[in-house]
């Protein structure tokens, strides 16, 4: 009983972590676009008043998708790194005698 409360705290945890973590690089890009567009003081305007602003909860279903999503984008950059990479380092085989056997005994 006691590992299952535990595993809810430390997932109840995680999710409050990915959530601020989510917002704050949400928040962050909302920032750079305005300061890019010559409103910074519009920028740092908003960036206090979304501190002052409740956080937004992620349902269970929403955190899982969002996760599974992150895991397929990371899937899919090993994926074509490893593409790229074994398109340039080709395997060498050797067709002929250079593979005899060197060692003679005495």
Known sequence: ??????EKETVAEE????????????????????????GEEKAAAE?????KEPE???????????????WVKVAAITLVAA???TSFVRPTLVIG???TNTFQPY
């Open 1 to 6: 009983m006691n590992e299952e409360k535990f």
């Open 15 to 38: 999710v409050t972590q990915t959530e601020e973590v989510l917002e704050q690089e949400a928040l962050d890009e909302s920032i750079d676009s305005k300061a890019e567009s010559g």
């Open 47 to 51: 960036e206090k008043s979304a501190e």
């Open 56 to 70: 937004k909860k992620l349902s269970k279903k929403e955190y899982l998708i969002k996760e599974l999503i992150e």
């Open 83 to 85: 593409l790229v990479i």
């Open 97 to 99: 005698d250079s593979m």
